[in-house]
């Protein structure tokens, strides 16, 4: 539960709580990493209201009053949750911190407001690291603010994309609010395609979701995919929105290969040999860096593929849960659904219309994903707190994982009818901070085994 | 043979004398039949009644003439009065149009007070948003007047500036403009004497809005409007972008009000550094698409075109003044002879777009 935050401008170095909180002696206040000593009272006055006396509240540099969580240590009362989003690319314009990606993020933190506590946006240069402060920008109803906080409690990785992330100061930077501040840093890392195959292959349980894939492409690999499956994809192991797949089927002893051109047209190549594939990909795609993967024959609709994006999310409780669905038909020349290439984004409602099969579907799907979502947990070795998935469905109604993207886009998520979903998948990585920074002031052995 | 992709204009038609005129948008229908010829899609103008007799005007060799026509994929609602959307034959224009498999975008008129409850339900617009209460108990203005140093009163159906009033506490009296008279007048009476006979007076339902100290040109306050549209997957794009500055002796910069026409980075560049201009400019930008997307998901029925007019104030800050579902057409820059406007382009390609998912 959450408690309304009154800073009392009449006294001094006193913080009062409700009676309903066990308190055992508690000294001090916190506030993300900033520890004040002071007066701890209880009210029998109180129900949701925490009271703090405002010279208490500008030492722990308590931005404004907000709804709080309140965290009981054997030492402390802890405000907060206090969540950093640590992201990159800052401008020096007050009122567009962040360029193009503003709104989306002002978007973001005005949930905040919903689930209680505070969040900030922050990059590498706000932090200083010899006082333990970070100059955060808040989003307000007022619109963005600056406000100089301690260092948070729990911090959400929005780095924009892989090549910063893997930048050293970046990576530096998450390693040790992480390992030296114990501060819990969740989706880290963008996943890359090869890693999660071979993580997740090693799981019987998720085996049966896997198209086989292999890594290193050689015109052996390609023969065998194309003899075993008849039509097989080699995509860029760390892309995703459908950039740089080629489709190759074996047609009659010939060898076909359909890609997109630059300017979108499909165009469609024959060789004789695998070996001559594999000549012409070598000259054309970074072959080093892709993964070839059997092409699963997929449910149509009106005859055009369909395949799904589904969304998991950690909620509150540590919990997986799906928090959005959608489904892409593919257009009339389409390579994969990817809807950049021209698909069309639907609800399953608008294509399985029958209850029964949608709701068949739909079960197998929560399935899939939740699984997948618990394995992948398990065998990275991080805190990850969305994912979003592609996924395929044969006709024999088996469902198949294309794609596991940690940092999943949002775009298919505009529908109209998606609304809703659209907001839990920004609410719950909240959510998920709370629980984060509550269980590291609380209990951090169960965070760091 | 495949039925030929169709959309129809729905608008108010004068037909003199063989001479059909579409009022302020007849050069644009005649740029969306040329630009729908262009990408295969066939443009007919016809009227809520027309449309039930299966009869609309086509264009060819350059003139439009009454002919029979076949039922359209879509239909885009350019009725410029709100009656003809209260019509009965527009409710059975709708009722035909769904048993035909068809859609209408644009559905109706959007008055001012719903389009502030949509945007509000999207937190992350709040702050550009101007406090706003639809005023339906006197003591509402007064608590505005006393929070605020200048109070806007607009009515909810209004359009092109008319019918505003500006308040604003002077020494003990009030000071009051119309949108529609050049001076202001002082009126002597204590504020809650004057609010009880404004709200007398009053029979139209209006808003209450904050006012803004709005960025000027020469003192004349300005305002940018941005006309959005509907791409593929539910996403916007602007297609043009506007500054108006009031004329002199005005408070709003409606072009129907005298309002001047001029070019945003000009505007934008007169107040701020190049790199600053180009940073507000984005915010605008991005401040409108946002707002088009929100009110899209928000309203009943289906929207593809909408203004979006916002203002910088002193502290510049940006603000949403107003949306218009049926947005002029004459902000955007006067096409030269023969040209298609952008937005134009935007409305075939949208339709086209609509015609194609729902396949």
């Not at chain 2, 096409?335 to 194609?356: F, G, M, Q, W």
Request: aromatic share 10%; with cysteine.
């Amino acid at each position: 539960m959450t408690y309304t935050l009154v800073i009392d401008e009449q006294t001094t170095g006193t913080v009062v709580l409700p009676a309903s909180l066990p308190l055992a002696g508690q000294t001090m206040a916190a506030f993300g990493s900033l520890f004040v000593p002071c007066r701890i009272v209880s009210s029998a006055s109180l129900t949701n209201e925490a009271v703090i006396a405002h010279d208490v509240a500008r030492r722990l540099r308590i931005p404004f009053a907000a709804e709080v969580h309140v965290f009981l240590t054997d030492e402390a009362v802890h405000f907060g949750p206090l969540v950093g989003i640590f992201t990159a690319g800052f401008t020096t314009s007050p009122n567009r911190p962040v360029g193009t990606r503003s709104l989306f993020f002002a978007k973001l933190l005005a949930q905040q407001k919903q689930v209680g506590g505070f969040a900030f946006l922050f990059g590498a240069p706000h932090i200083d690291w010899n006082n333990g402060m970070v100059n955060g920008y808040f989003y307000t109803e007022r619109g963005w603010e600056r406000h100089l906080v301690p260092l948070p409690t729990a911090v959400y990785n929005r780095l924009p994309n892989r090549r910063i992330e893997n930048a050293q100061p970046f990576h530096t930077i998450t390693e040790t609010l992480q390992t030296r501040y114990g501060i819990p840093v969740f989706n880290g890392h963008f996943f890359n395609k090869a890693d999660i195959y071979r993580r997740l292959s090693t799981h019987p349980q998720v085996k049966p979701y896997l198209p086989a894939t292999a890594a290193h492409i050689t015109a052996k690999t390609i023969e065998q995919f194309l003899h075993r499956y008849a039509e097989a994809y080699i995509k860029p192991a760390d892309g995703s929105l459908g950039r740089g797949i080629y489709h190759l089927a074996k047609k009659s002893g010939a060898y076909e290969c359909r890609f997109r051109e630059e300017h979108g047209d499909v165009k469609t190549l024959t060789f004789p040999t695998a070996m001559a594939v594999w000549h012409h990909l070598l000259a054309a795609a970074p072959l080093h860096r892709c993964v070839i993967q059997q092409a699963i024959p997929l449910l149509t609709v009106r005859g055009r593929p369909v395949d799904f994006r589904v969304h998991t999310n950690k909620d509150g409780q540590n919990a997986w849960q799906v928090s959005a669905m959608a489904a892409k038909i593919a257009g009339k020349e389409s390579l994969t659904t990817h809807i950049r290439s021209g698909g069309t984004v639907k609800t399953l409602e608008e294509i399985f219309p029958d209850p029964g099969e949608r709701q068949a579907l739909i079960s197998r799907l929560c399935d899939a994903a939740l699984t997948l979502s618990r394995c992948l947990e398990e065998t990275l070795d991080a805190f990850i707190g969305e994912i979003g998935f592609d996924f395929g469905i044969d006709r024999d109604g088996n469902v198949w994982m294309f794609e596991a993207n940690s940092k999943p886009g949002r775009s298919i998520f505009h529908h109209p009818k998606l609304k809703e979903a659209d907001e839990q998948t920004v609410r719950l990585p909240l959510a998920y901070a709370i629980h984060l920074s509550k269980t590291a002031i609380t209990a951090p052995e169960a965070l760091w085994p | 043979m495949e039925k030929q992709p169709t959309m129809a204009v729905l608008t108010e038609i004068k037909d003199k004398n063989e001479q059909a005129r579409f009022g302020s948008i007849h050069r644009f229908c005649e740029e969306l039949e040329q630009y729908g010829s262009e990408r295969g899609l066939f443009v007919y103008v016809t009227s809520p009644s027309l449309y039930l007799q299966r009869l609309g005007y086509q264009r060819s060799n350059g003139a439009w003439s009454k002919q029979d026509v076949p039922p359209a994929n879509v239909i885009y609602n350019r009725l410029h009065s709100r009656s003809s959307e209260h019509s009965p034959a527009f409710a059975e224009l709708l009722t035909r149009l769904a048993e035909e498999g068809g859609v209408m975008f644009n559905r109706r008129f959007l008055h001012k007070w719903e389009v502030h409850g949509y945007i509000e339900r999207h937190r992350h617009l709040r702050p550009y948003l101007p406090k706003t209460s639809l005023w339906n108990d006197p003591g509402e203005l007064e608590a505005f007047l006393s929070a605020f140093p200048a109070v806007f009163l607009k009515p909810i159906h209004g359009s092109q500036g008319r019918g505003i009033l500006r308040l604003e506490r002077q020494n003990g009296g009030i000071g009051l403009r119309r949108s529609t008279a050049a001076a202001s007048a002082t009126i002597d009476q204590p504020i809650d004497v004057f609010v009880s006979a404004l709200w007398q007076q009053t029979t139209a339902p209006m808003i209450i809005q904050q006012g803004l100290e709005l960025r000027s040109l020469d003192s004349r306050p300005v305002d940018f409007r941005f006309l959005c549209h509907r791409t593929r997957h539910n996403a916007w794009r602007v297609t043009s972008a506007v500054a108006r500055a009031a004329s002199p002796d005005q408070f709003v910069a409606n072009l129907a009000r005298g309002g001047e026409l001029l070019a945003v980075n000009a505007v934008l560049q007169e107040w701020y550094p190049k790199s600053v201009a180009f940073q507000q400019k984005q915010l605008l930008k991005e401040i409108a698409l946002e707002a088009a997307a929100a009110l899209a998901l928000e309203a009943d029925g289906m929207y593809g075109e909408l203004g979006i007019d916002l203002a910088v104030d002193i502290h510049d800050h940006p603000w949403i003044i107003e949306v218009n579902s049926k947005p002029s057409k004459h902000v955007e820059m006067v096409p030269a002879a023969k040209t298609i406007r952008p937005s134009a382009k935007a409305i075939v390609n949208y339709s086209l777009t609509l015609i194609e998912e729902k396949e």
